[in-house]
């Protein structure tokens, strides 16, 4: 797949529509019809096929503001690197064809349907800016997006700053990841590198949904499963949350996991890379920075190896 002209930083694939967003470091995002690879792919099985995207994403530039040799503020217009994309939830390719984009501190919507963008190739004034609504103070590691049973999208965004920033219903709310404002102990700086909710979706176009034990109830307390979210960062830590809370319901410290002495390893502490829910949502799988992966098995509010 051919299009970018730096390092490709991220990936999203919709199985529905069987298209390909892919986002790098020079600033861009490409979508690339995957469909095109399965044509004639028997006639095709010993030779390499190069595939084009069919529509480039370029977001605009920010302006940052410098001084020159005659000490006068001049702002200039820098690429910022496109560190996280993503399908709508209910992402279908015809009612449904928002994209989200996450380049630097901002957060951008784009709707590639095409009656918004009367077949243009290139895209790049997004359709709606999340940056003043997620209020992330530095930049996003990665996205997570939820629809809720009613119809209404949840974003969360985890930074560099230590934070998930959560925007639920025209409300926003600050999970502390790792970050001293916690309070907890030894909780000390650390950036969020990944953030996931629980899937509640098995796929477009489904309305009954298995939330589990964790269903709310009228006059019940108990957390949707929609409201989980699970998060890994550079303090070794994977954090279970129930967003409309402010503290976590469960923290694992992978440091205390390897009790094998004989395994090898990469000499590198186990800071949390990705992380990811199965299918299900009874697993969770963690890539780690001592070259393992991490399996969880959600039980109740726990997280268990």
């Not at 399965?38 to 095709?44: F, G, I, K, P, V």
Request: with cysteine; proline share 3%; aromatic share 6%.
């Amino acid at each position: 797949l051919k299009g970018h002209n730096g390092p490709v930083t991220c990936l999203a694939y919709c199985s529905v529509t069987d298209q390909l967003i892919s986002g790098s470091e020079d600033g861009t995002c490409r979508v690339f019809e995957c469909s095109a690879l399965s044509r004639d792919a028997d006639n095709e099985a010993e030779s390499v096929r190069i595939l084009r995207a069919r529509l480039c994403m370029m977001p605009p530039k920010v302006s940052v503001s410098s001084f020159s040799e005659a000490e006068e503020d001049v702002a200039n217009e820098v690429t910022e690197e496109v560190m996280c994309v993503d399908f709508h939830p209910q992402y279908d390719g015809n009612t449904c064809c928002l994209v989200y984009v996450a380049v630097g501190r901002r957060l951008l919507e784009y709707d590639l349907s095409v009656d918004n963008n009367r077949g243009a190739m290139l895209l790049r004034q997004p359709t709606r800016d999340f940056t003043e609504i997620l209020r992330n103070e530095d930049d996003i590691n990665q996205i997570s997006l939820q629809q809720t049973i009613n119809g209404d999208l949840i974003i969360a965004s985890c930074d560099d700053e230590g934070e998930v920033h959560v925007y639920k219903k025209g409300k926003l709310k600050v999970l502390h990841h790792g970050n001293t404002a916690t309070g907890e102990e030894n909780s000390g700086f650390a950036i969020a590198t990944s953030a996931a909710f629980h899937p509640i979706f098995l796929g477009p176009g489904k309305s009954k949904i298995n939330l589990g034990k964790g269903n709310k109830k009228k006059g019940s307390s108990s957390t949707s499963m929609q409201d989980l979210l699970i998060s890994g960062g550079t303090d070794c830590n994977v954090k279970l949350w129930d967003v409309t809370k402010n503290r976590a319901s469960y923290s694992l410290l992978m440091k205390q996991m390897d009790s094998d002495e004989n395994v090898n390893q990469v000499c590198n502490p186990p800071m949390v890379h990705n992380i990811s829910w199965s299918r299900s949502g009874k697993l969770i799988a963690a890539s780690l920075g001592d070259g393992s992966i991490a399996i969880f098995k959600l039980s109740g509010r726990r997280l268990v190896q």
